[in-house]
Nanobody
Framework: QVQVAESGGGLMQPGESLRLSCQVS????????MGWYRQAPGKERELVGV???????NYEESLKGRFTVSRDNAKNTLYLQMNRLKPEDTAVYYC???????????????WGRGTQVTVSS
């Protein structure tokens, strides 16, 4: 089994910065793409940004320049650096990892339970 756990959420003021972390653990052979998604109250879950195993990134267009996704492959950890936070960034932030558990098994998507980020003055 594979576990995905986010951390680092909290209550922030507009303009502040915050870094989220996502630890992937368990029976891991290889982690392919990892990514961050978010879901605001009353809205559907949306892409924040993803990063491949070789470091290629893709972002929601409106978040480019403010949010940065990175990963530490040695630690099986994904990060989300969020700068100049806005109230509309308030959401539950979820981490997802596309993981293969053995050399012969198909990769699957694993999701964390999310971490709340609230931006309010």
């Amino acid at each position: 089994q594979v576990q995905v756990a986010e951390s680092g959420g909290g209550l922030m003021q507009p303009g502040e910065s915050l870094r989220l972390s996502c630890q992937v653990s368990g029976n891991i052979y290889v982690i392919y793409t990892m990514g961050w998604y978010r879901q605001a109250p009353g809205k559907e879950r949306e892409l924040v940004g993803v990063v491949t195993s070789v470091g290629t990134t893709n972002y929601e267009e409106s978040l480019k320049g403010r949010f940065t996704v990175s990963r530490d492959n040695a630690k099986n950890t994904l990060y989300l650096q969020m700068n100049r936070l806005k109230p509309e960034d308030t959401a539950v932030y979820y981490c997802a990892a596309y993981v293969s558990e053995t050399p012969h098994s198909r990769a699957q998507h694993y999701w964390g339970r999310g971490t709340q980020v609230t931006v309010s003055s």
